[in-house]
């Protein structure tokens, strides 16, 4: 199954985008502030219309589908939510699957909370829990929903390094198992450990788009970033990491 991106564009932000995504690859989407990566998660998830080009689902345009029939196939989690959600973690996240009926991803509700260290805050408003406690019940709330894909905006930017990387092994569990997840992400280490595919955006276009250890290579990066990097294999799990050279920054 795949999500079509036929020559799609968004005002300034984002500028003919022709890209075909399948399932069961976990995407990250890559560069710099500014670079539109939070705009095209928007179009893909149908909340935004592009002003042209189209998006594809199963060869069905999402800006053309009900929001209930929407929430079957997309899932979408963005930055910020709001902060007075009356409604329990549990409640929230139950709420999730009002499409679905269910936890159509192999996910119960109890499983959720435990897995995401949120079992102690079932009964607690959302609205008394912390930045990154909210996060994991935003997140929970997407895996419970079941949809075929889920778009997360910067979803581990108020984590600890451990739910980062719970939640980034999770996403690629689903992904193994058939869900297309596509996932904005400014930590380019993690992107190069979890992600099969990267989407780099650069100049409000498509600088490079395949595998991601082939995309983010050096002269690519230090092209987009302004910052000479070097890759090596990290001794652990054999996983790419970056150094790059900070005192370039410093002499702007």
Same mark, same amino acid.
């Given at each position: 199954?795949?999500?079509?991106?036929?020559?799609?564009?968004?005002?300034?932000?984002?500028?003919?985008?022709?890209?075909?995504?399948?399932?069961?690859?976990?995407?990250?989407?890559?560069?710099?502030?500014?670079?539109?990566?939070? @705009?095209? *998660?928007?179009? &893909? /998830? !149908?909340?935004? $219309?592009?002003?042209?080009?189209?998006?594809?689902?199963?060869? +069905?345009?999402?800006?053309?589908?009900?929001?209930?029939?929407?929430?079957?196939?997309?899932?979408?989690?963005?930055?910020?939510?709001?902060?007075?959600?009356?409604?329990?973690?549990?409640?929230?996240?139950?709420?999730?699957?009002?499409?679905?009926?269910?936890?159509?991803?192999?996910?119960?509700?109890?499983?959720?909370?435990?897995?995401?260290?949120?079992?102690?805050?079932?009964? @607690?408003? *959302?609205?008394? &829990? /912390? !930045?990154?406690? $909210?996060?994991?019940?935003?997140?929970?709330?997407?895996?419970? +929903?079941?949809?075929?894909?889920?778009?997360?905006?910067?979803?581990?930017?108020?984590?600890?390094?451990?739910?980062?990387?719970?939640?980034?092994?999770?996403?690629?569990?689903?992904?193994?198992?058939?869900?297309?997840?596509?996932?904005?992400?400014?930590?380019?280490?993690?992107?190069?450990?979890?992600?099969?595919?990267?989407?780099?955006?650069?100049?409000?276009?498509?600088?490079?788009?395949?595998?991601?250890?082939?995309?983010?290579?050096?002269?690519?990066?230090?092209?987009?970033?302004?910052?000479?990097?070097?890759?090596?294999?990290?001794?652990?799990?054999?996983?790419?990491?970056?150094?790059?050279?900070?005192?370039?920054?410093?002499?702007?």
């Amino acid at each position: 199954m795949n999500l079509e991106l036929e020559h799609l564009s968004y005002y300034h932000v984002l500028k003919e985008i022709h890209l075909q995504l399948q399932s069961s690859q976990m995407v990250a989407v890559i560069g710099p502030n500014g670079a539109g990566k939070s @705009t095209l *998660l928007k179009l &893909l /998830s !149908g909340l935004w $219309r592009p002003t042209s080009g189209k998006v594809l689902w199963r060869g +069905q345009e999402v800006h053309h589908m009900g929001s209930k029939e929407r929430a079957r196939q997309i899932a979408f989690v963005p930055q910020q939510w709001e902060d007075s959600i009356p409604f329990t973690v549990a409640e929230f996240v139950r709420m999730g699957g009002y499409a679905t009926r269910q936890g159509s991803a192999g996910f119960g509700l109890n499983e959720l909370l435990k897995q995401l260290g949120l079992v102690d805050y079932a009964g @607690t408003p *959302l609205r008394n &829990l /912390s !930045g990154g406690e $909210r996060q994991r019940a935003i997140i929970a709330r997407s895996f419970y +929903q079941g949809s075929e894909v889920i778009l997360l905006d910067e979803p581990i930017a108020n984590l600890d390094l451990f739910y980062q990387l719970e939640i980034l092994s999770t996403l690629q569990k689903m992904a193994q198992q058939g869900t297309l997840v596509i996932i904005a992400i400014h930590h380019l280490e993690l992107a190069l450990q979890f992600c099969s595919t990267c989407i780099l955006l650069h100049d409000h276009r498509v600088e490079g788009f395949g595998n991601t250890s082939e995309v983010l290579n050096e002269q690519t990066l230090e092209k987009v970033f302004h910052l000479p990097m070097k890759r090596y294999e990290d001794p652990f799990n054999h996983s790419w990491r970056l150094s790059f050279d900070y005192s370039v920054s410093q002499s702007w």
